[in-house]
């Protein structure tokens, strides 16, 4: 069975390198909604895959921390990334380009990461994430998997190389959230496979 929960931010980005102008020479923002796939074939005591409620903490912080941020490529132009964290408090470094199709495998590899340090409490059982979908605009998203996550051929994602505000770090309910995530024991470091 597959459950799915819906988030929203909103997040301002350059996409360097893209087909269209406006899109890769101008900063620019948009309405996006991230649905998070969970799947189990098994149902917990409540007789669901995974409550709705437990959603709400850190999965929600972290999808949160791109919200009325920018989010900017630490490939991008020195200058630009110098100028963007100097006018704007809330600001996210990636090491892959801000795409729909990098933000769902950013959010892949991080929802998975805290799912694993997540302790379950009402019998889940192999509670697994699925898939992310990032949708960017109402008629176009980008769906990422186990696979395309993790996948060297889309650019890694190593979570060491992304670095968010301090305000927006002070908006986590638990201040240490990200480094719990980065320190899992089930995290691996992309450079090392």
Not at 39 to 58: A, I, T
Request: with cysteine.
């Amino acid at each position: 069975m597959i459950i799915r929960k819906l988030f929203k931010f909103e997040n301002a980005h350059v996409v360097r390198g893209c087909s269209t102008v406006k899109c890769r020479s101008s900063i620019h923002g948009h309405s996006y909604k991230v649905e998070l796939l969970f799947e189990s074939n098994f149902l917990d005591n409540g007789q669901m895959v995974y409550d709705f409620g437990l959603m709400k903490q850190n999965m929600k912080d972290i999808i949160d921390s791109f919200d009325h941020a920018i989010a900017i490529w630490d490939g991008d132009d020195r200058d630009y990334i110098d100028d963007m964290k100097k006018h704007s408090s809330r600001w996210v470094i990636l090491p892959v380009s801000p795409s729909a199709e990098q933000f769902s495998r950013i959010f892949f590899v991080l929802i998975d990461k805290l799912l694993s340090l997540t302790t379950t409490i009402n019998g889940e059982k192999e509670v697994k994430l699925h898939s992310v979908i990032v949708h960017e605009t109402d008629s176009g998203y980008a769906q990422a998997f186990r696979d395309d996550a993790f996948s060297k051929n889309m650019g890694i994602i190593n979570l060491d190389e992304i670095i968010f505000s301090d305000e927006i770090q002070k908006g986590w309910q638990d201040s240490k959230l990200f480094d719990k995530i980065k320190n899992s024991k089930n995290f691996v470091n992309p450079k090392s496979v």
